[in-house]
T-cell receptor, first 115, second 113 residues
């Protein structure tokens, strides 16, 4: 069974300061990990994905995440927050394949960016 | 290429009514999924399908039914609406299990009163 824990339900930062959104996962197999972003009243957009290649993954809009197997973590970072980053972020894991391919979502972290 | 489309965008139902949420994708994807999103709970998988004629239950299937008669369409049926089904519903699709990224529709906001 797979699971995801997002360690903070709400993170508040000032514009121009670093962003850190924390995620721990549990998986029976070699997982694929994702971060999705959801802006208010919008659908979900893929930020980045880890699929057993490089452990440091770069995504859109300056975000990146590092897969650390020893810590079972996949934290999302950005060096400098922008007002447009304010949204809800979901850490997602999949370790199934074939007909069992499913995603398990974390509960989300709401990012607030203050001017 | 419209991607994944969902209709309606909003709907209010009375308890006991039924309705179908429509989902269509034009990317020839084999796998399709229905999720519900409740505040502070992330997305929960309701049903999924790995191809036309094949469906399976997800984490929270009770009160819902699905069918997959074509590759493009994956409707979600609520037979007897209950207040607990008030939620935002998202449909998603993926080509196959090696493609990784799920493409999401814009969502349907359903209220049952």
């Amino acid at each position: 069974a797979q699971s995801v824990t997002q360690l903070d339900s709400h993170v508040s930062v000032s514009e121009g300061t670093p962003v850190l959104l924390r995620c721990n996962y549990s998986s029976s197999y070699s997982p694929s990990l994702f971060w999705y972003v959801q802006h208010p009243n919008k659908g979900l957009q893929l930020l980045l994905k880890y699929t057993s290649a490089a452990t440091l993954v770069k995504g859109i809009n300056g975000f990146e995440a590092e897969f650390k197997k020893s810590e079972t973590s996949f934290h999302l970072t950005k060096p400098s927050a922008h007002m447009s980053d304010a949204a809800e972020y979901f850490c997602v894991v999949s370790d199934g394949g074939g007909s069992n391919y499913k995603l398990t979502f974390g509960k989300g972290t709401l990012l607030t960016v203050n001017p | 290429n419209a991607g994944v489309t969902q209709t309606p965008k909003f709907r209010i139902l009375k308890i006991g009514q039924s309705m179908t949420l429509q989902c269509t994708q034009d990317m020839n994807h084999n796998y399709m999924y229905w999720y519900r999103q409740d505040p502070g709970m992330g997305l929960k998988l309701i049903y999924y399908s790995v191809g036309a004629g094949i469906t399976d239950k997800g984490e929270v299937p009770n009160g819902y039914n699905v069918s997959r008669s074509t590759t493009e369409d994956f409707p979600l049926r609520l037979e007897l609406a209950a207040p607990s089904q008030t939620s935002v519903y998202f449909c998603a699709s993926i080509q196959d299990s090696s493609s990784y990224e799920q493409y999401f529709g814009p969502g349907t906001r359903l209220t049952v009163t």
